[in-house]
Structure formats: C-alpha cells, structure tokens
C-alpha cells in the first residue's frame, strides 16, 4: 500500500479518531506503522481504546481508496505534507508537548528551516495604540532578518502579516482548520498572498473546516515555532494569552506591550508584565533578548 513509514504516518493521519494519543500509541507498537494496515480488524481494535462506532469509523478510513486518491492531489495542488520525520519539519516545534504528527504548508518551506521566527499575537479589536506598536516593532525586526509568525484571525495577527509583507519581510500564518477553509473568510486573499511567497501551515489537512478547539491547539503551535512570543493588546480572558502561556510552558521567551490601565485591550499584556513578562518598548528589547544566539560575526 505504502512503501515508507512517513507515507503510511501522512494516511494515519486522514483517518477519523485517530488523535494524537491513537497514533502514539500505534507508534510505539510499530514504528513503521506497517502492520497497522495489514492486522486484521479484531486484532487492531485491541490496541486502539475507541467507542466501536469511532473505530469502524477508524478501520474504514485507514483502508480507504479515496484518501489514497486524495493525498495524491496536494502535490498537484502545491500542499505538502510534513511530517515529524522529515527534515524541513520546523526544529522547535518537536520539542513540544505533543508536536504535530503532521503538518500541512502551503508556500515557501524554507522559512520553517529558520530559527529567527517570533510569533506576535493580539486582540481582534485593537486600537490605534496597538497599531502604532506594530508600526513601530514590525519593520526593525522584519529589517533584522525576523520571519514574523501569527494566527492569522482579524485584528493584531492580520495587521502583523500585513505589515511584514509590506516591510518587504516573511511572515507564516498558522491556522486552525485546513488550508482550504480559511477562517475567517474576510481573510482568503491575505492568506492567498502567504501562499504564493510566504506560508500558511496547518496540523490538519487541508479538506477539515475550523471547529472552535482548533484554536488553542493552533496557539501552540505558534509560540511552538517561535523562539519568542509577543502580546501586543488582549484582553484578560483571551487566546492570546494563552498562547503566552503555552509560550512559557514550552520554554520560550515572552514579551508584552504595556497599555494605559483604563483600556480593556491593555489588561491581558500588562498583567503578563505583572507576572513576569519582559516589557517592550522597542524592537531592541526582543532583539536584544536573543543576542547570544545570533551574535554578528
């Protein structure tokens, strides 16, 4: 059916129920995953600890013509499929705390091969100060070689991928949902110009429309591949800081830009100060951060 482990990995991963804790578990007992194709039904279901409708769902999909075919298509459709073996598979991000088996890039490869990437998140609704922070970040950072990363949703991330491209920068939209359902839809031709010159990633491939708990998966996924996470305006409950937190967890640096206290948008960066968050002012205080690793020769 498949004659290596990436390719048998890439099918496993089409197949309904097949979670991230399913496919580890199939790891360990093959790391090949060869005989996971060939056990019969009564066997697999032993080592998959699924609801029986769930695993029939399973057993389907794994042996299913049609994701063979569909898998085919990418290629054609410049969609490539990355997956945890690989060498272009972002070297941070297998680090983390269950790293993508996966992943699914539309765009330029090579920008995943960099370690100089920052991720900067923030409100959907922000105000003119935290567009003049960008204004004011984005350019010397995009000047000093950084590829920015961000979510791609209204708001912060949008105008952070704006601005890199504007700025003549990279820049890498991680998305939740697949990369031929772009949410939200006022984003398509932004996410069409990350295509063709930049990137958009996913962990799902590329038919799975958006559900509401792919987002704060998507979120470590950004602080994931990015040495560094910028919140520039969130709000004190906000996916933002999440991805700051999953930032900290992971090991990454974590930066805020402080706010006047009576905006509601200044909540979320000025309690990360409180905690602990370095304090930005400038691009020199992220740069600066990272002087060690990229010291001029």
Same mark, same amino acid.
């Given at each position: 059916? &498949?004659?290596?482990?990436?390719?048998?990995?890439?099918?496993?991963?089409? #197949?309904?129920?097949?979670?991230?804790?399913?496919?580890? /578990?199939?790891?360990?007992?093959?790391?090949?995953?060869?005989?996971?194709?060939?056990?019969?039904?009564?066997?697999?279901?032993?080592?998959?600890? @699924?609801?029986?409708?769930?695993?029939?769902?399973?057993?389907?999909?794994?042996?299913?013509?049609?994701?063979?075919?569909?898998?085919?298509?990418?290629?054609?459709?410049?969609?490539?499929?990355?997956?945890?073996?690989?060498?272009?598979?972002?070297?941070?991000?297998?680090?983390? &705390?269950?790293?993508?088996?996966?992943? &699914?890039?539309?765009?330029?490869?090579?920008?995943?091969?960099?370690?100089?990437?920052?991720?900067?998140?923030?409100?959907?609704?922000?105000?003119? +100060?935290?567009?003049?922070?960008?204004?004011?970040?984005?350019?010397?950072? $995009?000047?000093?070689?950084?590829?920015?990363?961000?979510?791609?949703?209204?708001?912060?991330?949008?105008?952070?991928?704006?601005?890199?491209?504007?700025?003549?920068?990279?820049?890498?939209? $991680?998305?939740?949902?697949?990369?031929?359902?772009?949410?939200?839809?006022?984003?398509?031709?932004?996410?069409?110009?990350?295509?063709?010159?930049?990137?958009?990633?996913? +962990?799902?491939?590329?038919?799975?429309?958006?559900?509401?708990?792919?987002?704060?998966?998507?979120? /470590?996924?950004?602080?994931?591949?990015?040495?560094?996470?910028?919140?520039?305006?969130?709000? +004190?409950?906000?996916?933002?800081?999440?991805?700051?937190? @999953?930032?900290?967890?992971?090991?990454? +640096?974590?930066?805020?830009?402080?706010?006047?206290?009576?905006?509601?948008?200044?909540?979320?960066?000025?309690? @990360?100060?409180?905690?602990?968050?370095?304090?930005?002012?400038?691009?020199?205080?992220?740069?600066?951060?990272?002087? #060690?690793?990229?010291?001029?020769?």
């Amino acid at each position: 059916m &498949y004659s290596s482990v990436r390719e048998r990995l890439i099918h496993l991963h089409h #197949c309904r129920g097949a979670s991230w804790k399913t496919i580890h /578990r199939l790891f360990r007992i093959d790391p090949t995953f060869a005989s996971v194709f060939t056990l019969p039904s009564s066997v697999l279901q032993t080592y998959i600890p @699924l609801p029986l409708q769930r695993y029939s769902l399973f057993f389907k999909d794994l042996h299913s013509l049609h994701i063979q075919s569909m898998i085919k298509t990418y290629k054609d459709n410049h969609i490539h499929a990355i997956t945890i073996f690989d060498s272009d598979y972002p070297p941070l991000l297998k680090h983390i &705390y269950e790293p993508p088996w996966v992943l &699914y890039a539309k765009g330029d490869l090579h920008l995943l091969s960099s370690l100089k990437m920052i991720s900067i998140v923030g409100t959907r609704q922000p105000t003119k +100060e935290g567009i003049k922070s960008l204004r004011r970040l984005i350019p010397p950072l $995009v000047a000093d070689g950084w590829i920015i990363v961000s979510g791609l949703a209204a708001g912060i991330d949008t105008l952070a991928h704006e601005m890199a491209i504007q700025h003549g920068g990279n820049t890498i939209a $991680v998305i939740a949902g697949g990369v031929n359902h772009i949410y939200p839809k006022q984003n398509q031709q932004l996410a069409n110009q990350l295509m063709d010159g930049h990137l958009v990633l996913s +962990e799902h491939p590329p038919h799975v429309r958006p559900q509401k708990w792919h987002f704060p998966l998507r979120n /470590r996924i950004i602080s994931g591949i990015s040495l560094g996470t910028v919140v520039v305006q969130a709000k +004190e409950k906000s996916g933002s800081l999440i991805t700051a937190s @999953l930032a900290l967890e992971q090991g990454r +640096e974590v930066f805020a830009v402080p706010g006047p206290i009576f905006l509601e948008q200044s909540k979320g960066p000025n309690m @990360l100060i409180q905690q602990g968050a370095k304090l930005v002012h400038s691009a020199n205080d992220i740069v600066e951060e990272f002087s #060690c690793f990229f010291a001029k020769q």
